[in-house]
């Protein structure tokens, strides 16, 4: 469990320490940590918010948040927040997860969960690999892409891309799904705006909601932080584009965001 427990009745207190982050230069998961700690003061809900991490790059940031975190064992984060929400209906309860761990050894958990609607919200970052152990090949990796268990880049054989966002839209007890993205201040705006939405979506009681971003792994594609945002406008959402998928209200949007 989270070592900076919660203290004081101020539900806006800062939720993101004031000390550097941990992450590769040009990773994108500290812009996401910011965001999603910003949405919780915001909403004033700090007091009542509960994180479950998994295991990835990330697991490290239950350190660097002034609230309630667990780490869950890989894969087992949407399963872990389950049990929790059950037991606290009264909490706001959430996942942070990589592709990886969300779409590999926890897509079971994931699907299932979403099809009983239960009254979570989990956070997928995707950023094509996995991030932690090597940069290998992820549910996520585009084809031709070069990791380090597809030097060559991934061929059909490798099986083709995930689409996550676009699976759960399909379920009826999904309340809010959306894919946003962190390589523009623009799209920054608005993943921020997508993790309020899913946020709200769950305190209102409207189901299973999930927002997926995509974010930028310089390090594993060998490439400038400069040079690995513009990898995502020009390769990843092109492949992974961003939408809201649907609304709590069931509605379907058309158009991108």
Same mark, same amino acid.
């Given at each position: 469990?989270?070592?900076?427990?919660?203290?004081?009745?101020?539900?806006?207190?800062?939720?993101?320490?004031?000390?550097?982050?941990?992450?590769?230069?040009?990773?994108?998961?500290?812009?996401?940590? +910011?965001?999603?700690?910003?949405?919780?003061?915001?909403?004033? !809900?700090?007091?009542?918010?509960? %994180? /479950?991490?998994?295991?990835?790059?990330?697991?490290?940031?239950?350190?660097?948040?002034?609230?309630?975190?667990?780490?869950?064992?890989? &894969?087992?984060?949407?399963?872990?927040?389950?049990?929790?929400?059950?037991? +606290?209906?009264?909490?706001? $309860?959430?996942?942070?997860?990589?592709?990886?761990?969300?779409?590999? !050894? %926890?897509? %079971?958990?994931?699907?299932?969960?979403?099809?009983?609607?239960?009254?979570?919200?989990?956070?997928? /970052?995707?950023?094509? /690999?996995?991030?932690?152990? %090597?940069?290998?090949?992820?549910?996520?990796?585009?084809? &031709? =892409?070069? *990791? @380090? *268990?597809?030097?060559?880049g991934?061929?059909? +054989?490798?099986?083709?891309?995930?689409?996550?966002?676009?699976?759960?839209?399909? !379920?009826?007890?999904?309340?809010?799904?959306?894919?946003?993205?962190?390589?523009?201040? #623009?799209? $920054?705006?608005?993943?921020?705006?997508? !993790?309020?939405?899913?946020? =709200?979506?769950?305190?209102?009681?409207?189901?299973? @909601?999930f927002?997926?971003?995509?974010?930028?792994?310089?390090?594993?594609? +060998?490439?400038?932080p400069v040079?690995?945002?513009?990898?995502?406008e020009?390769?990843?959402? @092109?492949?992974? #584009?961003?939408?809201?998928?649907?609304?709590?209200?069931?509605?379907?949007?058309?158009?991108g965001?």
């Amino acid at each position: 469990m989270n070592q900076n427990p919660v203290k004081g009745k101020n539900p806006n207190r800062p939720v993101l320490l004031d000390k550097p982050l941990p992450y590769c230069p040009g990773c994108g998961h500290g812009i996401i940590n +910011r965001l999603l700690s910003e949405a919780i003061s915001e909403l004033g !809900i700090r007091e009542k918010s509960i %994180g /479950v991490v998994g295991i990835g790059c990330y697991t490290i940031m239950h350190k660097y948040l002034k609230m309630d975190t667990f780490c869950a064992l890989h &894969g087992r984060a949407v399963a872990v927040s389950t049990g929790i929400k059950r037991s +606290r209906p009264e909490n706001v $309860v959430f996942t942070y997860q990589g592709d990886g761990d969300c779409a590999a !050894i %926890g897509m %079971g958990e994931l699907v299932h969960a979403a099809g009983r609607g239960e009254n979570i919200t989990v956070i997928m /970052v995707n950023n094509g /690999v996995y991030g932690m152990t %090597g940069g290998q090949m992820s549910p996520t990796t585009l084809m &031709g =892409q070069k *990791t @380090s *268990t597809t030097p060559l880049g991934r061929e059909p +054989r490798n099986g083709a891309p995930l689409h996550v966002p676009e699976i759960l839209s399909a !379920i009826d007890c999904t309340g809010y799904v959306a894919r946003v993205a962190v390589n523009t201040p #623009r799209n $920054v705006r608005k993943a921020k705006k997508s !993790i309020i939405q899913a946020f =709200q979506t769950q305190i209102q009681e409207k189901g299973f @909601s999930f927002v997926e971003i995509v974010s930028q792994c310089p390090t594993h594609l +060998r490439l400038s932080p400069v040079e690995a945002v513009d990898w995502v406008e020009d390769q990843m959402i @092109s492949e992974h #584009r961003l939408r809201v998928f649907k609304t709590a209200k069931g509605d379907k949007w058309k158009k991108g965001l």
